[in-house]
C-alpha cells in the first residue's frame, strides 16, 4: 500500500510541476488542494465514527468499547504490510520479554498467515524445536481451538502459560494430508543466542540462533573462548551459522558484523524521506584478526541474518554458502504509545548493503549454493516460501524470488553445507550439491 501511495504521490507531484511550467499557481490555489486532501482524511474518519456508533448502539450484543477500538487498529496496521502491528500493553511487555532473552512458552518464532500462525523457525533446543515442528509449517489450532479469527499476540498468548503445563498444536504441513498432531509441555525459554565449538582442532564454529540484547556481547565472548582454545597460527578461519535465524534487533546486526570487520558501512536504512536514511558503520575492529571466515545461511535465514551476511559479503570479508535468504529488508520501528496503551511495530524503512542492494523480496545469494540431502518424509517441505510469498509484503526493487531450501540435517555428518564451509577453510575444493555449484579453488576472503 505505501508503494502505491508514493507512486500516486509522484504522479501528483509531476502533474503540478507541469502545470508550474505552464503558469505560476496562486496561493489560494495551493491553499484550496490542501483543504481538500485533508477534507477527505476528515471524511474518512467521519466515516469510521459513524461506523463505531452504529456497532455500539445496534450490534445484537453489547460490545466492549475497548476491543473495537483495538480491533480496528489492528485492522488498519495490519493492512500495511506483513509485519507493521500493533501490540496492546500485555503484548508490548511481552516482546520485551522476549529481546531481553528470558520468557516462559514453546520455543517458537511465529506470524501470521492467511489467517493462520506460520513457523518462521523453531528455536534450538527448545520445546517446539524437540517435537519435530518445522520451518514453514502452519497452526491451525490451540488446545482445538481455531486459530482463525485471533490476533497473533492472542495466538501467542494462548500458546504461552504456566511452565510444565501443556498445550495441544494442529499442524498443517505442505505435502502431509492429514493434520499432525502435536502435544508440548511449556518451558522457561532462556534464549541462548549464541552457542559455539571447536572443530578439528583448527576451526571455531560459531552458531547465532537469534539477535536479541545479549548477541553482540555473547559472540565476542565465544570468540575469546575460541581463540584461548586454538593458537593463532593454528586456527584455519571461523564459520558463523546464521540459517533458521530468524532476525531481530538492527543494532545487534551491527554489533556482530563489527566483530568481523574492520571499518566500512554494515547496513543502511532508507525512510520514505530522503533526510530520513541512516547508515551504520562497523566500530570497534575485527576481533578474530582477519581468520578467513565462512557464513553459512538458508531460506530460513532472516532479517539481522541477510544483514550480517550482506555485509560481510559486499566487504568480501567473507565466503557465504548455503541456499538464498528469506528477503526481509524493512525494518519495523517500535513506538511505544504510553498512558498504557502499547506500542506499534511499524515498517518505517527499508534498509540496503553496504554494495547499496535491496533483499527485499530478493535475498542474499550465496557465493555457493550446497543443497541439503533431505529424507523422502521431508521432501515437498524442506523449503521455506520467503518474503515475496507473504501476502501484501513491500515489493523488492527489481525481480523477486522466492522459495529456498531451509532444512537443516539434525547430525552434523550429514550437513552438507557445513562440510563445505569446513573443506573451503581447510583449502580443500568444494563439490557444492546444487545447480549453482562452482569452487575450484578453495579460497576465502580477508
Known sequence: MRKNYLFLLGTVTGVCLTLAVGGPLSPQWIAGAKAKVDGDVYSQLNLFGEVFERVRNDY???PNDSLLVEGAINGMITSLDPHSRYMNDAAWHEMQDTTKGEFGGLGIEVTMEDGLVKVVTPMDDTPASKAGILSGDFISQIDDENVQGLTLEQAVNKMKGP???KTKLTILRKGTDAPIFVTLTREIIQVKPVSYRTNGGDIGYIRISSFSEQTGDELKKAIADISKQIPAQGL??????????PGGLLDQAVSVSSAFLARGEVVSTRGRKPEETQRFSAKGGDITKG????VLINGGSASASEIVAGALHDHKRATVIGTRSFGKGSVQTIIPLGGGHGALALTTARYFTPSGHSIQAQGVVPDIEVLQDVPDELKGRAEMKGE????GHLAAEGAEQTGS?????PAEKDDKALA???NLLRGVSVNAGGPAATATKATVPN
Open 291 to 294: 581468520k578467513p571466515l565462512v
Open 236 to 245: 584455519a578461519g571461523y564459520v558463523l551459522d546464521l540459517r533458521n535465524n
Open 388 to 391: 515475496a510469498s507473504m501476502r
Open 405 to 409: 531450501q531451509s532444512y537443516v540435517p
Open 163 to 165: 511452565v510444565e503445563t
Open 420 to 422: 563445505a564451509a569446513y
Open 60 to 62: 445484537v450484543e453489547k
